[in-house]
């Protein structure tokens, strides 16, 4: 499994966040999956994935605990119980795209 986006695929990206250095980026696809990366290189590394921006910044915060977030959106603002049920599932989704890059 690997994560080839082409820019057709890219509905967004942009800048969220820092990881002590690196700059926190949030993708958009067009079909609906948020990513969060961290430039590695001329490639980058996933920290965080799910179908909303909320649920990937708490996989990315949990895997990155220093992350310090400096765009937030007000959908942003999810209670957790209303997403809990979703973590298994993008969290091992997460682990499969980051074991796909070799981390």
Not at 67 to 79: A, C, F, G, N, Y
């Amino acid at each position: 499994m690997a994560l080839n986006l082409t820019p057709e695929h890219v509905a967004s990206k942009e800048k969220v966040g820092k990881l002590n250095d690196q700059i926190v980026w949030e993708i958009a696809t067009t079909g609906g999956l948020y990513v969060n990366v961290i430039a590695k290189g001329a490639s980058f590394e996933v920290i965080g994935t799910g179908p909303h921006p909320a649920i990937a910044k708490h996989i990315a915060s949990q895997r990155c605990p220093s992350i310090v977030w400096t765009k937030l959106k007000k959908s942003d603002s999810v209670p957790f119980y209303e997403y809990e049920y979703l973590l298994p599932k993008y969290e091992e989704f997460t682990n499969q795209l980051r074991k796909a890059q070799g981390l």
